[in-house]
């Protein structure tokens, strides 16, 4: 039933798929697409009424700025660079490290969350999304902070590290040619497809933890559904 | 036990209220997915719940915590009722109670007196 696309994105992720299977085994009537209908609607207007959001609906970080964890490390790793310049320390091969990890640990977490709500698609979805955005995010930090590099913005800080002789041209140049848009294009559907994978392992990981739960309620059930 | 606060919890979902009790009701006799609900509303009480009027009552259950979601079963998720949803349920049905035990002493004696 095509209706169901008029509910908004956050319903859907959470409750499309079920609906559907409900309506595979309801008579559609022409009541029964009115009421739909009626139900977007009311769906739009929900949170905006009363104030409520489903606890269970997730997948998606309440704050933004999660994604921008491994751009930390990013810049981390870009001044540890800069403040040990020509030192032996494996710090900034440390810091890069926990950018990574702290990127799979994002995907990870966002295959976790949906563990009682969301179906494989869903998941991977929400990990295809999560992994892309961090991770372009974190990419176009760095190869910004690379290119103010090479226009010879941190001679000030550690004259070595980048070319003696500032040329803002070459920067220039670089940022404009289609190769930079490609490797960005193509780094972000990396990131994604491998946010996807992580975010399916931690779904499946929390359906695995979700287990403990099921038999937890078990122990609850008697004294919830005693009438 | 105090009925109020339930009662109140329960009309603030507006036109949601009737199909919310309806599916607390379905759910004290246990877990169930969307359309069993809808059946066996359909069988106790004669009321056809649509599709878009039982998502709109499920998805302001769920964020009370009278209901919850459990893991899916291919395509179908079921709910249970928690022990708050059961509070409610029991509240509002023994303040249903009185009402129709008010009502049925009422109309006892007028019943005689209309023979």
Redesign the interface.
């Known amino acids: 039933v095509k209706i169901l696309r008029f509910y908004p994105a956050w319903w859907r992720a959470r409750y499309e798929e079920e609906m559907q299977a409900v309506l595979d085994q309801h008579q559609v009537t022409l009541r029964t697409r009115i009421n739909l209908l009626r139900g977007a609607l009311d769906a739009w207007l929900f949170i905006r009424r009363t104030g409520m959001t489903p606890q269970r609906h997730r997948g998606r970080f309440h704050h933004a700025w999660v994604l921008a964890i491994p751009s930390v490390f990013v810049v981390a790793h870009f001044l540890v660079q800069i403040l040990y310049y020509g030192d032996d320390s494996s710090l900034s091969g440390q810091v890069a490290a926990m950018g990574v990890v702290a990127w799979a640990a994002l995907c990870l977490t966002t295959g976790f969350q949906l563990r009682q709500v969301a179906t494989t698609k869903v998941a991977a979805a929400a990990g295809l999304r999560t992994g892309l955005i961090a991770w372009a995010l974190a990419w176009v930090l760095g190869e910004s902070l690379f290119l103010l590099g090479m226009a010879g913005l941190y001679q000030w800080a550690s004259p070595g590290l980048i070319s003696p002789a500032p040329d803002p041209a070459i920067a220039l140049r670089w940022l404009v040619l289609p190769y930079a848009l490609l490797r960005l294009l193509l780094t972000a559907v990396a990131g994604g497809l491998l946010g996807s994978g992580l975010a399916l392992v931690g779904w499946k990981f929390g359906k695995w933890v979700g287990q403990f739960e099921i038999v937890m309620r078990r122990r609850d059930r008697p004294s919830t559904t005693g009438t | 036990m105090d009925a109020g606060p339930h009662q109140s919890k329960l009309k603030d979902l507006g036109r949601f209220s009737e199909p919310a009790l309806l599916i607390l009701a379905s759910?004290?006799?246990?877990p169930k997915?969307?359309?069993a609900i809808?059946q066996d509303v359909a069988r106790f009480h004669g009321t056809r719940l649509?599709?878009?009027?039982?998502?709109?009552a499920?998805?302001?259950l769920?964020?009370?915590?009278w209901i919850?979601?459990?893991?899916?079963q291919?395509?179908?998720?079921p709910y249970?009722?928690?022990?708050e949803?059961?509070n409610v349920?029991?509240s509002h049905v023994s303040v249903m109670q009185s009402v129709i035990s008010t009502a049925l002493d009422r109309l006892a004696p007028s019943t005689r007196s209309s023979r």
Request: glycine share 20%.
């Open positions: 759910l004290a006799g246990g997915h969307g359309y809808m649509e599709p878009g009027t039982l998502y709109g499920l998805a302001r769920e964020p009370q915590g919850a979601p459990q893991a899916l291919g395509r179908r998720r249970r009722l928690t022990k949803g059961a349920l029991r």
